[in-house]
């Protein structure tokens, strides 16, 4: 659990501005949070189409805001 998010924010501030990743960077990166998910139990998640009515829902209000 993070305690202290300022200091993962400004983590992640320094880590993005240090350098551009390349794409074999960002698919490790990608990855081993996969991996922890898994491990942690909570990846795949158990029901592939929980949440995609309100995603859809969401996806409809944006695009009717958008003007398309």
């Known amino acids: 659990m993070i305690k202290n998010a300022d200091i993962l924010r400004d983590f992640e501030d320094r880590y993005i501005a240090a350098d551009n990743l390349s794409y074999e960077q960002a698919l490790n990166i990608v990855d081993s949070l996969w991996d ?3 491990a942690l139990g909570v990846l795949p998640p158990k029901d ?3 949440g ?3 995603d859809v829902r969401i996806a409809r209000i ?3 805001c958008s003007g398309s």
Do not use: T
Request: aromatic share 0%; no cysteine.
């Open 36 to 38: 922890e998910g898994v």
């Open 48 to 50: 592939l189409m929980e």
């Open 62 to 64: 944006l695009r009717s």
């Open 52 to 54: 995609v009515a309100v």
